[in-house]
């Protein structure tokens, strides 16, 4: 069965760190592209970041580079997204999703596996 599992969201003070995980199971990262979303209350599914399939080609949101930072661990089936000086419009539950290709979709809904979501509040 092919799952993925977010964890690490907490609440933290504006210009904290966290570092999010995205365990896989059921399928390898060869051959997926992993993307990060977030869905802050109210508002659609928005694009934070994405890892390749091949390569490990990261690219950001204009709203997160420089802040944020993708990775993975292929020995472990886990991608990671490290997130430093958070702000308050970083709130939000944060997803990971898998698609079978070489780089993610813009689209979430587009996306062929989808975690459940860690929450990640920011605020003093």
């Known amino acids: 069965q092919l799952q993925l599992v977010e964890s690490g969201g907490d609440l933290v003070q504006p210009g904290g760190s966290l570092r999010l995980s995205c365990a896989v199971s059921?399928?390898?990262?060869?051959?997926?592209?992993i993307g990060w979303f977030r869905q802050a209350p109210g508002k659609e599914h928005e694009g934070v970041s994405c890892i390749s399939s091949v390569g490990g080609i990261a690219n950001y949101a204009d709203s997160v580079k420089g802040r944020f930072t993708i990775s993975r661990d292929k020995a472990e089936n886990t991608v990671y997204l490290q997130m430093n000086s958070l702000k308050p419009e970083d709130t939000a539950v944060y997803y990971c999703?898998?698609?079978?290709?070489?780089?993610?979709?813009?689209?979430?809904?587009?996306?062929?596996?989808w975690g459940k979501g860690t929450l990640v509040t920011v605020s003093s």
């Open positions: 059921g399928f390898t990262l060869d051959g997926y592209a």
């Open positions: 999703a898998a698609y079978y290709g070489f780089y993610c979709k813009v689209d979430w809904g587009a996306m062929n596996y």
